[in-house]
């Protein structure tokens, strides 16, 4: 859990003090604070995700003369899956950054009007410009290249053994 250790006095509490203190502080809406981050992330990233790896693989398809029933090369595949993944993260990791900013920030110093995700995304932009959104994403996108070549080469294994 995401939950910033300014919240409480002394030792970390457990998940039913979380709970209490997120009812106390938001009411039922802070169980769901920073959900529109995570709303554009998967629909926006899962489109940038299937799309660039179908895009690629018809690239690779037309330069090798396949046909859409032809299975290609393994290494295309990968690679494929490869800047698939590295597409879905670097193109949604700001609205990931803001989610994230929004869920860990301490409630008791922001004002109701100052946490929603356009509000959090304009702080984050004036203190640290761009930069700030990107925080981290090499790591992501290094994670995300080989995972994603990974499970793209799998779904055409099974889709063509089992398909």
Request: hydrophobic letters at 40%; one cysteine or more; aromatic letters at 14%.
């Amino acid at each position: 859990m995401q939950v910033p250790y300014t919240r409480f006095s002394g030792r970390p509490k457990g998940a039913l003090a979380i709970i209490t203190s997120i009812w106390r502080h938001e009411g039922i809406l802070g169980f769901w604070h920073g959900q529109m981050g995570t709303l554009i992330r998967e629909t926006g990233g899962s489109a940038s995700w299937f799309g660039s790896y179908e895009g690629v693989s018809l690239l690779f398809r037309r330069a090798d003369k396949l046909g859409p029933e032809d299975s290609l090369p393994v290494w295309q595949q990968m690679t494929a899956g490869a800047i698939a993944g590295v597409t879905y993260n670097f193109m949604f990791y700001p609205a990931d950054t803001i989610k994230s900013r929004m869920q860990t920030e301490d409630v008791s110093k922001i004002t109701p009007d100052k946490r929603t995700f356009g509000a959090v995304g304009r702080t984050l932009w004036n203190e640290q410009g761009l930069r700030g959104f990107y925080r981290g994403c090499g790591i992501t996108v290094g994670r995300a290249a080989p995972s994603s070549a990974f499970i793209f080469t799998v779904y055409e294994a099974l889709k063509r053994n089992f398909g």
